[in-house]
């Protein structure tokens, strides 16, 4: 089923569907509103994983509307930002419909993940963003342990690996992640919402990892956001999503 862009609920703001799914939604005035929750979460990742407003360099594994790239580049101007995006014709008809801001430092290449990544240089990035679907689903290969090192590898000694990963309870995808993350990084944070941690939903749950991971500055957004969520680190990671086996 080809892309397709809609208006949204919000006045000036538009959705697009892939797979007859909302995918993303971009306010082109307002780049700072989020209507999605899981970007929201990301965003709040976004937010503390440096000093406020300096530039990140950002390596973004999924693209769609590019939302939580004009995202990091209003919140972060000068960012050098990289967006992995198979879908040739969906970049088009974005560029067309909504077209990113002039000097944004966004590149969009026309390549997959799992093989774009393996071009990106060592160290070259402060922040991976893994959201990419096919079907409704995160594409295993991007949760293996190949892409996985690769994500490690272009990280900085203090780079910062956020995931985007759809589950429902018990969580087979999520422990899978966290079993296969916990092999490569020094720390796993877990946010998710009530609703789906109550096993009524499926949901987006957002896996951080990385070394001395700001955990007290994401408690804080996660419970004074407009839809709060709930912050797993350290142990209660593994109480609540361990006993997987990470993927290949």
């Known amino acids: 089923m080809p892309a397709e862009i809609r208006d949204g ?8 569907w892939l797979d007859g799914r909302a995918q993303s939604e971009v306010d082109l005035a307002d ?3 989020l209507g999605f929750d ?9 937010d503390v994983a440096g000093p406020v407003g300096e530039p990140l360099r950002v390596l973004h594994v999924g693209g769609a509307a590019m939302t939580l790239p004009r995202y990091v580049a209003h919140t972060r101007p000068r960012s050098g930002q990289v967006v992995l995006e198979p879908d040739g014709s969906l970049i088009e008809e974005v560029r067309r419909l909504l077209p ?10 026309p390549v997959d993940g799992a093989s774009g990544i393996r ?7 402060d922040v991976v963003v893994l959201d990419a679907f096919a079907g409704g689903a995160v594409p295993p290969e991007l949760l293996g342990t190949a892409f996985l090192e690769q994500a490690r590898r272009v990280l900085g000694e203090g780079g910062v690996l956020v995931a985007n990963v759809s589950d429902r309870a018990p969580f087979p995808v999520v422990r899978s992640a966290v ?3 916990r092999a490569l990084f020094a720390d796993v944070v877990v946010g998710a919402e009530p609703a789906t941690l109550k ?3 499926e949901g987006n749950l957002v896996l951080v ?3 001395d991971l700001p955990v007290d500055a994401l408690r804080r957004r996660a419970a004074s956001g407009a839809a709060p969520y709930r912050i797993f680190a350290g142990t209660p990671v593994l109480d609540t999503f361990g006993g997987g086996h990470s993927l290949p």
């Open 119 to 125: 071009a990106v240089r060592d160290d070259a990035m």
């Open 38 to 46: 899981y970007m929201r979460r990301i965003a709040d990742v976004l």
């Open 100 to 109: 990113l801001p002039p000097r944004s430092g966004i590149k969009v290449r």
């Open 31 to 33: 780049p700072t509103w």
């Open 199 to 201: 096993g009524r939903r």
């Open 9 to 16: 609920d919000r006045p000036g703001s538009f959705v697009l």
């Open 209 to 211: 990892a990385g070394a």
């Open 179 to 181: 079993a296969g993350v």
